[in-house]
C-alpha cells in the first residue's frame, strides 16, 4: 500500500501551516525556524545547555526513508532521505512534504535504530512544505509494537518573545 492521502486531519494539520519551532518539548508555529528549542530567561528558569537540549527532543525525532515502489524498496533504493517527529503517541508525526511527495513507500528510523513503516500521509501543505504523517506502531519487523512514540506537542506562540533563545535541532 502506498502513501495515501487521508481525510479528517484538516483543522489539526492547518495549524501546521506555519513554520515550527519546539518550546519546552512543545511545539509552536512562529517564525522561519523549522525546528528549535526555546530556554526560559535564568530568573524563570535555569538556561538548557545544547546537549540537554539535544537528549530531550532526541527520542521524538527521526530519519525517514523514502521508496518510490516496492520493488526500490526490497533493493533498499531510496528516492528521498528526510526527518522528521512525532506530534503524537499514536504516531502522527511532521515532515517535510518534498520528501514525500515521489515516494509510495516510507519508514521511519528512530535513534534508536529501530524502523516503522509510514501508513499513510494524512495532510500536506505543497506550499509550507510540511506533511503529517501516521506511522505504524508496529516495527517493520514485526519483532516490536511500541504502546507510544515519545513526542514533541504543539503549543501557542504566546510563549515565545523576541529575543528569546533558541536552539535549531
Not at 502513501?3 to 479528517?8: E, K, S
Not at 526513508?65 to 531510496?78: F, V
Request: charged share 25%; aromatic share 8%; proline share 4%.
Amino acid at each position: 500500500a502506498g502513501l495515501d492521502h487521508l481525510d479528517g486531519h484538516a483543522s489539526f494539520a492547518a495549524e501546521l501551516a506555519a513554520p515550527l519551532r519546539i518550546l519546552h518539548g512543545r511545539v509552536s508555529h512562529v517564525g522561519r525556524v523549522s525546528a528549535g528549542y526555546k530556554a526560559r530567561k535564568e530568573t524563570e528558569r535555569r538556561l538548557l545547555e545544547l546537549r540537554e537540549v539535544a537528549d530531550h527532543a532526541s527520542a521524538a525525532v527521526f530519519s525517514l526513508e523514502c521508496y518510490a515502489n516496492q520493488r526500490s524498496y526490497d533493493k533498499g533504493k531510496l528516492c528521498a532521505l528526510g526527518t522528521g517527529f512525532f506530534l503524537t503517541a499514536d504516531g502522527v508525526a511532521v515532515t517535510c512534504h518534498h520528501v514525500l511527495e515521489k515516494a509510495e513507500m516510507a519508514t521511519v528510523i528512530l535513534s534508536t535504530g529501530e524502523e516503522f513503516p509510514v501508513e499513510g500521509v494524512l495532510w500536506f501543505d505543497e506550499a509550507a512544505d510540511l506533511a503529517l504523517i501516521r506511522v505504524s506502531p508496529t516495527s517493520v519487523d514485526e519483532f516490536i509494537t511500541t504502546s507510544a512514540f515519545a513526542t514533541l506537542p504543539l503549543t501557542t506562540s504566546r510563549e515565545v518573545d523576541p529575543g528569546d533563545r533558541v536552539y535549531p535541532i
